[in-house]
């Protein structure tokens, strides 16, 4: 009886010592996931055009003659982007949609644009439609013209910035 105890003991001592390293099976799945932050980002190249001075009621197009400087709208972003196109008040001069005293007008041409131009959209202060679905890296061209108030009360260098913005198409 006694030697039935001890195997008692030691069968019970073996049950609970390997029922602690029991393995259990588990079944998993992993879903590969990956993000990337969408980047909306236009550039405008050369960017700059210097119209030079010029007389009141006259106009210079980007087209021709000595501004020739078309411009380039490049998507930088990584997603397809439609881009708008804004002019602005000058510190002397009103962007309008005829001249007028202290009122110019600016133009933007997207497609075959003539001289003299007679298929360019006046530029307001508020964003117009440039191009719409522009590929990553894709580009589009404008070019620019510029009317000269009727009078002018400032004789002195306008900025007559136009403002290329990119959102996502």
Avoid at 82 to 111: E, K, M
């Amino acid at each position: 009886m006694k030697l039935s105890k001890k195997i008692i003991a030691g069968y019970l001592i073996l049950v609970t010592m390997f029922s602690g390293f029991m393995a259990y099976a588990a079944d998993t799945g992993t879903v590969a996931a990956t993000v990337t932050a969408q980047n909306i980002s236009v550039t405008v190249s050369d960017g700059s055009i210097a119209y030079g001075i010029m007389a009141v009621s006259t106009s210079r197009s980007t087209i021709t003659g000595d501004v020739n400087d078309m411009q380039t709208a490049t998507n930088n972003g990584n997603v397809a982007e439609d881009f708008n196109i804004r002019g602005q008040n000058s510190t002397a001069w009103t962007l309008a949609s005829s001249i007028g005293a202290d009122q110019y007008v600016h133009r933007f041409c997207v497609a075959t644009c003539n001289t003299p131009p007679t298929n360019y959209t006046a530029l307001t202060t508020s964003y117009q439609t440039l191009a719409n679905s522009v590929a990553t890296s894709g580009t589009q061209t404008f070019h620019l013209q510029l009317l000269t108030p009727s009078s002018s009360s400032s004789y002195t260098s306008q900025s007559v910035d136009v403002i290329v913005q990119a959102v996502a198409d």
